[in-house]
């Protein structure tokens, strides 16, 4: 198995999710006794939470791609940002390193055009839902995304930050979720795509009234493929 490199605490929640995620994706694969021979360099958060300036961004493109270094020295043959917001400086951490960095919003590209979802909408962060750096990677593949509503974007970058990325799940949070997942489907969306990795922590991916493409599990998956080989 090849090993790989996670650049984590993005925040440390969603890095526990994609630990869990990959080493049960080996498993499945490679039988009960394996785990995934897996680097993680988890930072601190609090330097790289609600960006706004562009010296922020390049301040993050900084911190990442040196994250990046560090696990490939460390000897990551591929490297994945646990973050979707994070993939603003995809490029920047990319250029900084030789081994490829696995794109989240391309692997869920793949599985959607594989899957044949045609429209859909986009959740997450208020940057992944409105900037172009997300969207235009699936919309470049032919799939329609349903333009965003304000008060949905202010409301999800409010759950995602003061609410999910400190730990809190509440009733009244996936009560939201649920109902913006109804309306969406009324505006005509045939699928949702999860562009936060901790939003599964109040969406129930397995059972909604739409297809779910959540891009933790997908991402994770991506890391599992190249890990056994079969990328």
């Known amino acids: 198995m090849r090993k790989i490199g996670l650049i984590g605490g993005l925040s440390w929640y969603s890095t526990r999710t994609y630990y869990e995620h990959i080493n049960r994706g080996v498993q499945a694969r490679v039988g009960m006794g394996s785990s995934a021979p897996m680097i993680v360099d988890s930072l601190d958060f609090a330097q790289l939470s609600r960006l706004s300036s562009a010296e922020d961004w390049q301040r993050a493109g900084s911190i990442l791609s040196e994250s990046a270094r560090i696990l490939e020295q460390a000897g990551a043959t591929a490297i994945l940002i646990g973050a979707n917001s994070m993939h603003k400086v995809y490029d920047t951490v990319a250029s900084a390193v030789s081994a490829p960095v696995l794109h989240i919003a391309e692997c869920v590209a793949d599985r959607m055009v594989a899957d044949g979802a045609k429209r859909a909408a986009l959740l997450g962060t208020r940057n992944v839902m409105l900037e172009s750096f997300y969207r235009q990677k699936l919309v470049s593949r032919d799939i329609e995304l349903l333009p965003p509503n304000m008060e949905r974007v202010d409301m999800l970058d409010r759950i995602i930050y003061d609410e999910l990325l400190a730990g809190k799940v509440t009733r009244q949070a996936e009560r939201e979720l649920k109902t913006i997942v109804t309306v969406l489907e009324q505006e005509g969306a045939e699928a949702i795509v999860l562009g936060c990795t ?13 297809p779910i493409f959540d891009c933790t599990r997908i991402h994770a998956e991506a890391a599992v493929d190249w890990i056994v080989g079969q990328d």
Do not use: G, K
């Not at 901790?198 to 739409?210: G, H, R, T, Y």
């Open 198 to 210: 901790e939003l599964e922590m109040i969406v129930d991916v397995d059972a909604n009234v739409l």
